[in-house]
């Protein structure tokens, strides 16, 4: 940011650029996942004609790191336990996904949980992967706590330091959804392609992404939704898109 704003001469294109240049990272790595024409040219019109997909992958920097560390996390997902170096490097990724966006955990929850089941059938230690996840979350909760005075977010007590009743949080995120729609129609598209991927392959990675994804919506709906259309839709876009890509991986049972 710091070279692109100094020879641009404007940090405002240099913010667009790079979150420009994150976000065809994370159409590249979808599309390099995908193992069928189907599911290519689903994935590439889906983010194409969306115009969640287009206006918040230059809607500052949040979303399209978190949009890549998600899809990077998922891709290394089947080599995670492979070696002690790689296990830690999926965990630093979680890490990554936590310090940029800490919500966006709940999308990613179902797949580390699924992933650890596994590793415990296998006999596969886990301590890697989760000493990669843990050292950078406890340092910067030791100086978030230091210099803040909180190892949360502004946006949580912002969200939850709020005399409303949650049936009219509800209510609002209900109508932040139904809104989000309007603004663009085709945001369900990825959702429910990523529901029938699933019943295509039944594949477990794409499953456990599906509900991860419900799960986020449902978050959304309980905190009231956000004040700019969208916004809380693109990760969960993102991560329909991944579901479908590691799918079409699978051959139809």
């Excluded at 710091?2 to 001469?9: D, E, P, R, T």
């Excluded at 295509?200 to 990675?205: A, F, G, H, I, M």
Aim: charged share 10%.
């Amino acid at each position: 940011i710091l070279g692109v704003g100094a020879i641009s001469g404007s940090w405002v294109t240099a913010v667009i650029a790079v979150s420009v240049c994150l976000s065809l990272a994370t159409a590249a790595i979808l599309l390099v996942r995908t193992r069928t024409v189907t599911a290519t040219l689903a994935i590439g019109t889906a983010m194409i004609v969306s115009n969640t997909v287009t206006v918040w992958s230059t809607g500052g920097l949040e979303g399209p790191l978190a949009g890549l560390l998600i899809v990077c996390f998922i891709a290394a997902a089947q080599w995670a336990t492979t070696s002690r170096l790689r296990g830690m490097g999926w965990g630093l990724l979680a890490a990554g996904i936590y310090l940029t966006r800490a919500d966006a955990m709940i999308l990613i929850v179902p797949l580390m949980v699924y992933a650890a089941i596994r590793w415990r059938r296998a006999g596969l230690p886990s301590r890697w992967p989760i000493s990669g996840l843990l050292m950078p979350v406890l340092a910067w909760s030791v100086f978030s706590w230091a210099y803040y005075g909180s190892v949360l977010p502004n946006t949580y007590a912002a969200k939850t330091n709020v005399a409303i009743p949650a049936s009219e949080l509800i209510d609002q995120g209900m109508f932040y959804l139904r809104y989000s729609v309007g603004f663009d129609p085709g945001v369900w598209v990825p959702l429910v392609l990523a529901v029938v991927a699933w019943l295509l392959t039944r594949s477990r990675v794409a499953l456990m992404l599906a509900i991860g994804v419900l799960s986020y919506l449902a978050y959304v709906v309980w905190v009231g939704g956000d004040f700019m259309a969208g916004r809380f839709l693109y990760l969960p876009v993102i991560v329909a898109l991944a579901a479908v890509a590691e799918a079409s991986r699978l051959p139809k049972p």
